[in-house]
């Protein structure tokens, strides 16, 4: 392995862990935002709460050094009308478009940087005949998903959105071959159940553990539920992709960059609509004037201030930016068997990070607890491994006599036949058959002339 492969390897791991942790974490900070009157206060702190006197979030939000600092409680109770926890995933996932949008910025440059002395471009360009509103069905797609996602990541723990987001394979395996009239092999359905398996007991965890809500995981069985409805759009997002990216031929980054560019004036006006027209204790709702508010990053966190989530959101923009170039890089010098391992071990560091870390203003309350129901999160998480490895296929090197198109095998397959499970196909080289079709385009032509 060379050093870049070193370093890119490294840098996909560390930022693509880096950027669920940062979300989740801006997630449990609070800071003084719009101040809400008493009526509104209610809507939004205590109508979920079972005794209707206090919340999760309030009582969270009131350990914060802010608060504590407070000489009374009335004073307290007057801070916690605008002090409270960040709550604004279509911000967040404004913050997401503006990192992948940044990728196009950085292609235009290594583009212009490698050929303006007429050296030759370092991708694969096709041949550019494209118009950039192709790319504005994917962008919707992925905003739809990622607020979805940010949403369901309010309500559970880190380690169980990354996991679930192994979900895709499933729909992503039915669209193609509704879509794209593919077929799938015996391996492919086999890895589509043993990831439907890994949900189920992912799922069991949540739906399980009757604890009461925390500020990490205000309600883990409904945002798991609401992260696997988002891998729908995800899937689809991902088809139209690989029909695009196919018949443009696309580099990868490009195709992020304008996904991006449209993804920020999607979610920018999303924003923007939902705050001029939603109230506070609308299922849908969002205000961008107390997110900027939230986010001001001129007072510490301890004088009610927003640095910390302003510090978190500038991690997201860098984190998905690197992460996007470090994970094509990866595939394209590794392949894409590699990519998917060092993507397995990124859900280990986020559910390590959780079982380590407290919450901001509660040692006690950790990032994700150690109970009776983790044993079905770890055997969740195995079983969506396993899954993804048996359902992803790579080229034995070798094609069918007849058709001359590459042979798959299951990334799982060398495991299958240590066991007498599974038996390799047989077919040729692709030099081979190259030498072969000449001849067999000769011998046709004798016999039908």
């Not at 101040?35 to 969270?60: C, F, I, M, R």
């Not at 279509?90 to 212009?112: W, Y």
């Not at 041949?127 to 607020?147: G, Y």
């Not at 107390?290 to 500038?314: E, W, Y």
Request: hydrophobic share 45%.
């Amino acid at each position: 392995m060379t050093p870049f492969q070193i370093i890119i390897s490294l840098m996909m791991v560390a930022t693509g862990s880096v950027n669920t942790i940062v979300t989740k974490m801006a997630d449990l900070f609070c800071s003084n935002g719009v101040t809400l009157s008493e009526p509104e206060w209610h809507v939004y702190n205590v109508s979920s709460a079972k005794n209707q006197t206090s919340s999760p979030g309030v009582d969270y939000c009131r350990n914060a050094t802010y608060i504590q600092d407070m000489k009374t409680v009335e004073e307290q109770n007057a801070a916690l009308y605008s002090f409270r926890q960040f709550d604004h995933p279509f911000v967040q996932s404004f913050t997401m478009f503006v990192g992948e949008f940044s990728c196009l910025i950085v292609f235009k440059l290594i583009i212009f940087s490698s050929t303006r002395n007429g050296g030759k471009s370092p991708f694969e360009m096709g041949e550019q005949k494209f118009n950039p509103l192709i790319w504005l069905i994917p962008a919707i797609c992925d905003s739809c998903a990622t607020t979805a996602m940010y949403i369901g990541l309010t309500m559970t723990y880190a380690s169980s959105f990354q996991m679930l987001r192994g979900s895709v394979v499933i729909f992503t395996g039915l669209l193609s071959v509704v879509w794209l009239g593919k077929k799938l092999k015996a391996y492919n359905w086999a890895g589509m159940f043993l990831v439907l398996g890994g949900l189920i007991l992912v799922g069991l965890s949540g739906f399980l553990d009757k604890s009461a809500a925390s500020a990490s995981a205000s309600n883990p069985l409904v945002g798991d539920l609401i992260i696997v409805i988002a891998q729908v759009v995800v899937a689809f997002q991902m088809v139209v992709e690989e029909k695009l990216m196919t018949k443009y031929k696309v580099p990868p980054m490009q195709a992020v960059g304008w996904e991006g560019f449209f993804g920020m004036i999607i979610m920018i006006s999303i924003s923007a609509i939902l705050s001029a027209t939603t109230e506070v204790g609308d299922p849908i709702t969002e205000n961008m004037k107390d997110a900027f508010i939230q986010l001001d990053p001129s007072k510490p966190n301890k004088s009610g201030g927003g640095l910390p989530i302003f510090l978190l959101f500038c991690g997201t923009i860098c984190s998905i930016a690197l992460f996007n170039f470090s994970g094509l890089s990866v595939t394209r010098e590794m392949g894409a068997v590699y990519r998917m391992v060092l993507d397995s071990i990124r859900t280990i560091i986020i559910w390590g990070f959780g079982v380590l870390m407290s919450t901001p203003y509660d040692q006690n309350q950790k990032l994700q607890p150690i109970d009776a129901y983790t044993g079905y999160q770890v055997a969740g998480f195995v079983v969506l491994l396993f899954g993804t490895f048996v359902y992803n296929d790579k080229e034995t090197g070798e094609v069918y006599p007849d058709t001359g198109k590459p042979i798959t095998e299951s990334l799982a397959a060398p495991l299958f036949r240590l066991f007498g499970f599974m038996k390799r196909e047989k077919g040729i080289s692709a030099d081979d058959y190259s030498e072969r079709t000449p001849l067999l385009g000769k011998s046709n032509k004798s016999v039908n002339p």
